[in-house]
């Protein structure tokens, strides 16, 4: 295997066999010790949270799987905390794309004068460039198009995409007594064709979700959800 990419929470290698191994790492980020998914940075380490991240990982990407819904999951190995994905190209450097159900985080610090913490959002889509050095500019379907990023026709099948696995992982959270208030997802361009797939994670360290009014940690989202 060759180390290609060394990120925040995963470490990327390059198989002979022309896919890619994950290797998910015990960092979270955050920002002085407290969890945020929405951070740029790696804020604190929690023992044992890259393989909780792995298995949530492992049963949503498998759920999204018999449901049809691209991605560049094939497999993982949770003793080893690794996933071996297909090749997938990004959009530009880099997008994350946010699906918001409730008024937390970044979107409430930016439109606090509007809306009030914890406020309804009827699965608002935002679209953010990787960059941590600019914070993660927000970006418009206009610009993006603009700047040769993604056409407004892919921006239409990633919007839809998003609001779809959204919605899915909204459900199966509730049916734990949990409430998804946001998640973060990342997207790329597969196989020969470029068919939008969604990539890299869905676990505890890329979404909100509460129970009973307060937020889950990572490790505790794992439990509660994975618990028999």
Known sequence: MKLIYTGKTKDVYELEDGNYLLKFKDDCTGENGVFDPGANSVGLTICGVGKAGLR?????????????????????????????????????????????????????????????????LDAFVEVTLKDDGRGDPPITDDALDMLGILTLQEYQVLKDLTKQIGAIVKEELAKKGLELYDIKFEFGRVGETGQIALIDEISGGNMRAYKNGVCAEPLELEQLMLEE
């Open 56 to 120: 949530l990982t492992k049963f949503f990407f498998e759920k999204l799987r018999e449901q049809g819904i691209p991605t560049h999951y094939i497999d993982a190995n949770i003793d080893e905390a690794t996933m071996t994905v297909k090749p997938a190209t990004v959009f530009g450097q880099g997008l994350e794309v946010i699906c918001r159900y409730r008024a937390v985080g970044s979107f409430l610090r930016r439109y606090g004068k509007y809306v009030e913490e914890g406020q309804p």
